[in-house]
Nanobody, 124 residues
């Protein structure tokens, strides 16, 4: 599956940005989609995920209540709405697919498909 991420950019702290991941194939369960991010000097970490049938969503503790992941009816797009952005949200965000979730956290080591990254910068 080919994944194409878009929507990154610059926002002020407290602002919002929406990322979109477009897929080359229709998303169906059990294929899980989601987002990971990598801050400068940091490791790639899980952000959010959604089940292929949209029956479940998962979030990292650091983004719960601020970020919302959702699919669309076409089943070819997954969006990540990011609100109340903080400086620590600054990172390259990667769309990902086909990974397991353990205790509510997506497994970065077992991601099957990666999209290119899109940079999100949050200024104070």
């Amino acid at each position: 599956v080919q994944l194409q991420a878009s929507g990154g950019g610059l926002a002020q702290a407290g602002g919002s940005i929406t990322l979109v991941c477009t897929t080359s194939l229709r998303i169906v369960a059990p294929y899980r989609m989601g987002w990971f991010r990598q801050a400068p000097g940091g490791e790639r970490e899980f952000v959010a995920a959604i089940a292929g049938d949209e029956s479940a969503t998962y979030y990292a503790d650091s983004v719960k209540g601020r970020f919302t992941i959702s699919g669309d009816k076409s089943k070819y797009k997954v969006s990540l709405q990011m609100r109340d952005l903080k400086r620590e949200d600054t990172a390259i965000y990667y769309c990902a697919g086909g990974f397991p979730v353990h205790s509510g956290i997506g497994d970065v080591q077992q991601v099957k498909d990666w999209g290119q990254g899109t940079l999100v910068t949050v200024s104070s």
